[in-house]
């Protein structure tokens, strides 16, 4: 007795039962929940320093701070005006973003030269790299003997301490931007017959631009911590020697003023960047917004 069967390919296919596990999930997962950090908040970063700002008003208008020990938001602004009015804080912070600029545009055109070197040779690497490693591990303060008895405690001193300081950060990441450029982009300029000179201002730039950008965050507030050692090392001018003189004075208000502009510049700086950052990686899709 013949049997009738379905022709190939018409055969009825086993239904595959989704997991128990699985269908548990779809019923609990939302449709178009967003995984991401969201939309970016206008004026976000400064909600945090708000915050900051009213916890010390507050704590010190109820006399929880007390302000022998660290003086008023309205203690150090009146003392902010008084020091602009005679003319001593634009004359300190003249001093201090000199000494800053200095270090940090040596620092930068030192880190970057020394990782492009580094970057794109094997001898350079071999020669370059180890040292700035064993710099990297040893903290620019504890050079600052061996740099004192060296250059003395002029200005020398003070800007080649800030070089150091900036010189590590802008080589580390600049140097892993060059090494982490994809390889078939080399592969691809090689193939159409790139030069020299094209080769860099075409593929390794852009690539380690991303690298270069965030090393020179770290490097523009690194200026203003080293600067705050080196001039309250025998200065006799710039805003950390204000500050050591206001600490032997017993001045609370005046040191906190220092502090505060201390931390507006280093804050400021690293906004200025993140903005060019934000411009010259426009190209880029990321969770940054």
């Not at 999930?25 to 178009?32: D, K, N, S, V």
């Not at 001898?123 to 060296?150: F, M, T």
């Not at 400021?268 to 426009?282: E, F, M, N, P």
Request: with cysteine.
């Amino acid at each position: 007795m013949s049997t009738l069967s379905l022709p190939q390919g018409l055969t009825r296919r086993p239904v595959a039962r989704p997991a128990p596990g699985a269908a548990r999930a779809r019923r609990t997962a939302r449709p178009g929940r967003r995984l991401g950090p969201g939309r970016p908040l206008r004026g976000g970063t400064l909600i945090g320093l708000g915050a900051l700002l009213a916890v010390w008003s507050v704590g010190s208008a109820v006399g929880l701070i007390d302000q022998r020990t660290l003086s008023a938001p309205w203690t150090v602004v009146t003392t902010a005006a008084d020091l602009v009015a005679d003319g001593r804080l634009q004359e300190h912070l003249a001093v201090s973003a000199g000494r800053a600029l200095s270090g940090l545009a040596l620092g930068v055109l030192a880190g970057t030269v020394l990782a492009v070197v580094a970057g794109l040779s094997r001898w350079g690497e071999a020669l370059v790299d180890g040292p700035v490693q064993v710099k990297r591990a040893i903290p620019s303060l504890a050079l600052l003997p061996l740099l004192i008895l060296w250059l003395g405690i002029g200005e020398t001193m003070k800007v080649v301490t800030i070089l150091l300081g900036v010189l590590i950060p802008v080589y580390i990441h600049t140097h892993n931007g060059l090494r982490t450029i994809d390889a078939r982009y080399v592969e691809l300029a090689e193939t159409v017959g790139l030069t020299r000179w094209g080769f860099l201002t075409r593929v390794v730039l852009p690539g380690a631009l991303p690298g270069f950008l965030l090393g020179l965050r770290f490097a523009v507030t690194g200026c203003w911590l080293a600067l705050v050692v080196v001039e309250q090392i025998n200065g006799t001018a710039g805003i950390g020697y204000m500050m050591e003189l206001a600490r032997t004075y017993g001045q609370t208000d005046v040191i906190v003023v220092g502090l505060v502009l201390y931390g507006i510049l280093g804050y400021g700086s690293d906004l200025l960047v993140r903005l060019v950052q934000r411009r010259a990686l426009s190209w880029r899709r990321t969770l940054a917004g």
